[in-house]
């Protein structure tokens, strides 16, 4: 709780007394945030909040109950999903970072406090379009859908069945160092690095002697090919509201070689994915949001006793007049175990409305789950958390 008083005043004070400091670098008519600070030439720092605060209602089931409807709860809860502070800057020409925090509350216990947590943390160098170099902790470069920022997500969340790929730290990033640039008239965009994966004990003999004895790091990657135009930035967008023409295909590969699921076993883990990402206006009034993703896992360290797993979804949104969004989305995933295939299939019916763009918005959304069959020979959705009813109202605010 001390941490969250703490983080408050500290967004309170960037509120009052940092527009202040920025008012050269606000009137120069350059982008920024809650404020922008120069302090030397091309040297300068910059401050977004994002907000994103959920009411949600889960229908929990008894597990020890029959398998009926009744034998369940709606449970009610009011979080936020997202309090994100997020600091980018320069300290030289092309010499650029960002660094991201996060706040969640714990699922475990509803009365536990607030984490703080670093969500992301790099330096680029930018020698030209064509190369980048960015070093830290980096969201992973396997799947455009992974890679997209949390601001412009389709829906109130990601497709988290699809994209349940193992993380050395936290939400898909790693700590690593990326190569990434456009190529052919920014054609081709490729994200390449080397990551930490899972290590080696480094302070000598031990337990964990048979945990990738090889040392070797994880490799990620991922091309994309752009028939219109292209995603310059770092994160790509999953919704870009007409501002560009996007129409493009891509895939992705990760690996790890000698990997653990928990136990002694060890096995070269691999993931790759092919995707495409439409984002396109029909007309002024109209804009189609249209994504697709295929992912295969072999020996994934996210799930125990779990030889091979695939996953798939698809999710449209038709923004009508800049402010009225219907949206769809399908997402599957399906583990392989020793005693049968688990298969969870979700369903779900939203609608935004955009007061401001990105920068206010309301989201609205129920999951639906399909009902497949599980390895426990009940039905998914009454066999664990997978498989819950869910509807979830969002409000954002992004600075």
Not at 51 to 57: E, I
Not at 67 to 82: H, I, K, L, Q
Not at 102 to 113: E, F, G, L, R
Not at 226 to 252: C, P, Q, T, W
């Amino acid at each position: 709780m001390k941490k969250l008083i703490v983080l408050m005043a500290v967004i309170l004070a960037a509120f009052f007394v940092m527009p202040v400091m920025a008012q050269p670098a606000l009137t120069s008519g350059a982008d920024s945030g809650v404020a922008k600070l120069s302090y030397g030439p091309d040297k300068w720092i910059d401050l977004h909040l994002l907000f994103q605060m959920q009411y949600t209602n889960t229908f929990i089931w008894d597990q020890a109950a029959a398998e009926t409807d009744s034998d369940g709860v709606w449970a009610s809860d009011f979080a936020p999903a997202r309090m994100r502070i997020m600091f980018n800057g320069q300290v030289a020409p092309n010499l650029t970072f960002f660094v991201e925090t996060d706040i969640h509350k714990p699922t475990a216990t509803d009365n536990t406090p607030y984490d703080l947590w670093l969500q992301d943390a790099y330096i680029n160098y930018k020698f030209a379009d064509e190369f980048n170099i960015s070093f830290g902790m980096i969201l992973l470069p396997f799947m455009h859908h992974n890679r997209q920022s949390a601001v412009s997500l389709l829906g109130v969340n990601y497709n988290t069945q699809t994209t349940n790929f193992p993380e050395s730290w936290n939400a898909w990033r790693d700590f690593g160092v990326e190569f990434r640039g456009l190529l052919a008239n920014k054609m081709i965009d490729y994200r390449i690095g080397v990551f930490d994966g899972i290590e080696r004990d480094a302070n000598g003999p031990g337990t964990d002697d048979d945990i990738n004895p090889s040392g070797l790091p994880r490799v990620t990657g991922r091309i994309q090919v752009n028939l219109m135009d292209a995603e310059e930035g770092f994160f790509y967008s999953g919704n870009y509201l007409g501002k560009k023409r996007i129409v493009s295909f891509g895939g992705g590969v990760d690996y790890m070689k000698e990997a653990t699921q928990g136990t002694d076993a060890v096995e070269d883990y691999m993931a790759w994915t092919v995707d495409l990402t439409v984002d396109y206006p029909i007309n002024p009034n109209m804009v189609l949001a249209f994504q697709a993703a295929y992912v295969a896992y072999t020996w994934s360290p996210a799930w125990a006793g779990v030889e091979d797993a695939s996953a798939y979804f698809a999710q449209a949104g038709l923004l009508l007049n800049g402010q009225f969004q219907p949206v769809l989305k399908y997402e599957t995933l399906t583990r392989e175990y020793a005693t049968g295939d688990d298969i969870n299939t979700y369903l779900y019916v939203g609608f935004n409305y955009f007061i401001n763009g990105h920068n206010a918005n309301v989201k609205i959304e129920y999951r639906h789950p399909m009902g497949e069959n599980d390895t426990t020979g009940v039905t998914v959705d009454q066999a664990d958390e997978s498989g819950e009813k869910k509807f979830t109202l969002q409000a954002q605010i992004f600075i």
